[in-house]
């Protein structure tokens, strides 16, 4: 399965020069199948200096087809389940924006960084690659974004803010609260309207806010 080079904006993070060489030898020659092949698809559609918002997911998806590289995105046309379909349930109870394609790669192109905490999975074998090394590259895109400048933090869930609770909180938001899984969502997820908060946000930022809709 080839491997792809380090997305160009993002190709400076020490990760690159001395964890990736050996991490990809490791993928090339893992015996099982993983996904997704564009592992570094969110830092490719969101490039390093137009990140606006912060979302972290966990593990790729494991389905077959599923993972698209961006956390908690359904390929275009898929009609979205579990923790998605309750992202865009509170979405719509959020700003009545009603959606039924699971496809997010319009959030990611308006600077919203939809990040997984690992970034491949074997396909199902959930958090199969966990502990290969991904989470450095994680931890480095945190703290460069959290330098670059005032940016929104998504964090839904207990991995998410633990991964995120060193990092400067002047100048940010951080919006946390209970995971979108159906496990979890009504422990708090669901009426936290996370989506007018970080629009709320980035209109006193001097910003346009998210087209939760594209």
């Not at 669901?190 to 346009?208: E, H, R, Y």
């Amino acid at each position: 399965m080839p491997i792809p080079p380090p997305p160009a904006s993002w190709r400076d993070l020490p990760f690159f020069h001395d964890d990736w060489p050996a991490l990809s030898a490791r993928l090339q020659a893992a015996q099982d199948p993983w996904q997704p092949q564009a592992m570094f698809r969110a830092l490719e559609l969101t490039p390093r200096d137009q990140v606006r918002v912060v979302v972290l997911g966990q593990d790729p998806y494991h389905t077959p087809g599923r993972a698209t590289g961006l956390a908690f995105s359904f390929p275009p046309g898929a009609a979205p389940k579990h923790s998605l379909h309750n992202i865009l349930t509170e979405l719509e109870a959020d700003l009545g924006v009603a959606r039924r394609d699971g496809c997010l790669d319009g959030w990611a192109r308006q600077g919203v960084l939809l990040l997984n905490t690992v970034l491949t999975v074997p396909l199902g074998a959930a958090h199969g690659h966990k502990g290969w090394g991904w989470e450095r590259l994680v931890a480095q895109v945190l703290q460069a974004v959290a330098a670059d400048g005032p940016r929104a933090f998504l964090l839904w869930g207990g991995p998410a803010q633990k991964l995120c609770a060193t990092l400067p909180r002047e100048r940010h938001l951080f919006v946390q609260s209970a995971h979108p899984s159906p496990l979890s969502a009504y422990r708090g997820f669901f009426g936290s309207k996370p989506f007018s908060q970080v629009n709320d946000w980035l209109c006193t930022q001097g910003q346009p806010p998210i087209d939760w809709r594209a």
